[in-house]
C-alpha cells in the first residue's frame, strides 16, 4: 500500500515538472517588471510570515492547555 502511493507521487511529481517544462519553454514574452517582483516577494514574504505565526500560535494553544474542553468546577 505504501509503495503504491510512493509511486503515485512520483508520478505525479514527473508530470508536474514536465508541464512546468512544456509551459515554460512554450510561453515567452516581457520580463516581469521590479515592481511586480518587488510585490511578488512581499507577498511571499507576508505570507509566510502569517503562516509562521499562525502555527505557533496553535503550538502555543495547545501546550498551554487552552484547547481543552471546558469543565465546570463545583466548589466554586
Request: glycine share 10%; with cysteine; aromatic share 10%.
Given at each position: 500500500?505504501?509503495?503504491?502511493?510512493?509511486?503515485?507521487?512520483?508520478?505525479?511529481?514527473?508530470?508536474?515538472?514536465?508541464?512546468?517544462?512544456?509551459?515554460?519553454?512554450h510561453f515567452?514574452?516581457?520580463?516581469?517588471?521590479?515592481?511586480?517582483?518587488?510585490?511578488?516577494?512581499?507577498?511571499?514574504?507576508?505570507?509566510?510570515?502569517?503562516?509562521?505565526?499562525?502555527?505557533?500560535?496553535?503550538?502555543?494553544?495547545?501546550?498551554?492547555?487552552?484547547?481543552?474542553?471546558?469543565?465546570?468546577?463545583?466548589?466554586?
Amino acid at each position: 500500500m505504501a509503495k503504491a502511493g510512493i509511486a503515485a507521487l512520483i508520478v505525479l511529481l514527473i508530470g508536474a515538472v514536465v508541464t512546468m517544462v512544456v509551459a515554460l519553454s512554450h510561453f515567452s514574452g516581457d520580463a516581469m517588471p521590479a515592481s511586480g517582483l518587488a510585490a511578488m516577494w512581499l507577498g511571499v514574504v507576508f505570507s509566510l510570515l502569517i503562516g509562521c505565526g499562525l502555527m505557533a500560535l496553535v503550538f502555543y494553544s495547545s501546550r498551554k492547555g487552552y484547547d481543552e474542553p471546558a469543565r465546570f468546577d463545583r466548589d466554586s
